[in-house]
């Protein structure tokens, strides 16, 4: 069975812009297979960009406003659609992650909660309106991933790992696919044997880039968004007994399944850092190669912490792949473990999670389920994704 011409559109916690694939699927489960046609990073508008990363720090905002947000988000998902097909045959499905702006794990509360019972589901908020981006291109679209599994009593994330499974597991070699977005995540993958799946684990490591990005742009008065090939904090000295401090928060000796977002590793923790720092007098280079070490140290943490046992390689993805300095640091960690990009096994380090929606969309039309009960705790596999018909009418 073949999909010609899907469409993957993504943004992640970093706020970066839109990731959009048109990529063709082949397959279903263990035999699929996925070309990728196009990919592209398109840029916010700067305005709205502003808006988001205001509404994911907290900042109030009326139901118009929201409103008034979502439909902007929705018609420049629309447009990466629409700019992603030219040069090619026009697609006929997509699927769209949205953009996060609010993620709230199950079981957690915060300010507000007028719940009578501890029990509580899960709560998290993507922008971006299926029914609009469908309407807009005309194409059927497939968005709201996370509530179907957030419904069963997970997490709603990570929602990738049954993707990862297929794409990237291998016969003999356990793995751990680490994406490092605004926040880092990894997909366990034992070998291919009996029961393997069920084998499967996944869980939000914590920080990725989102802290780093957040202190380049205090450093520089917004001047910059990103250290670029983490040259900036490659220039610094991490200090370890403040990494040692940090990895005492609560989160990082939280059990998966587990997710977080910047609710927990935004704005007020980064403010914690840095006054932590002046104690021991960092300049800026020192406090970027103090949160790169974070990052990375929280990842290997994580995977003395949880897994039986270390991978047998690591395949990194997500804008943190990029990061030199922050790959050299997880090299250094990991020692014998190898580590590679998903690009040196085939599959677009940069593009794979919006090539991972576009086959959650694939498989929401056949009928197969998207989540795995391991990695986000739900307690069935569920459908996942709301779809927007298209009327034909256009």
Same mark, same amino acid.
């Given at each position: ?33 996925? @070309? ?136 003999? @070699? ?88 910047? @609710? ?59 990061? +030199? ?7 250094? +960690? ?37 989540? +795995? ?12 994704? @709301? ?8």
């Amino acid at each position: 069975m073949q999909q010609n011409g899907v469409i993957g559109l993504m943004s992640g916690t970093s706020v970066d812009g839109i990731d959009a694939v048109l990529v063709d699927i082949i397959g279903t489960d263990l035999d699929i297979k996925v @070309e990728l046609l196009a990919g592209e990073t398109y840029p916010y508008p700067t305005e709205l960009r502003s808006r988001i990363l205001g509404i994911c720090a907290g900042e109030a905002i009326s139901m118009a406003e929201l409103a008034a947000v979502d439909d902007a988000i929705a018609i420049v998902f629309a447009q990466a659609a629409q700019n992603i097909q030219i040069g090619h045959p026009p697609a006929t499905l997509i699927g769209s992650h949205g953009q996060t702006v609010f993620h709230r794990p199950p079981g957690f509360y915060g300010s507000g909660n007028i719940l009578p019972s501890p029990q509580s589901l899960g709560y998290s908020l993507q922008l971006g309106r299926g029914a609009v981006i469908a309407h807009l291109t005309d194409i059927t679209t497939v968005s709201n991933f996370r509530v179907a599994d957030i419904a069963a009593g997970g997490h709603g994330a990570p929602l990738v790992p049954r993707v990862d499974a297929f794409l990237l597991s291998h016969p003999q @070699e356990s793995r751990c696919v680490q994406n490092i977005g605004g926040i880092a995540n990894v997909a366990y993958l034992p070998p291919r044997n009996h029961d393997w799946l069920s084998q499967i684990r996944s869980w939000d490591t914590g920080p990725g880039n989102s802290l780093l990005d957040l202190a380049v742009q205090h450093f520089t008065n917004g001047a910059k968004s990103y250290d670029e090939n983490g040259s900036w904090a490659a220039s610094g000295t991490p200090c370890h007994t403040l990494v040692e401090e940090w990895l005492n928060q609560d989160y990082f000796h939280l059990p998966p399944p587990k997710s977080t977002g910047r @609710e927990l590793f935004g704005v007020s923790y980064l403010h914690d850092c840095l006054e932590d720092a002046q104690i021991y007098q960092l300049s800026p280079a020192d406090v970027l190669a103090t949160l790169t070490e974070l990052t990375a140290a929280s990842i290997v943490h994580s995977y003395h912490t949880y897994l039986r046992k270390m991978p047998e390689r690591v395949l990194l993805c997500g804008g943190g792949s990029q990061n +030199l300095y922050l790959k050299h640091r997880l090299e250094s +960690l990991l020692a014998v473990v190898p580590v590679l990009t998903t690009d040196e096994v085939g599959l677009s380090a940069t593009f794979k999670e919006a090539i991972a929606f576009a086959i959650l969309a694939y498989w929401r039309q056949l009928g197969i389920p998207g989540n +795995l009960p391991t990695a986000t705790g739900g307690n069935q596999e569920m459908l996942l994704g @709301e779809v927007h018909q298209v009327t034909g009418n256009k």
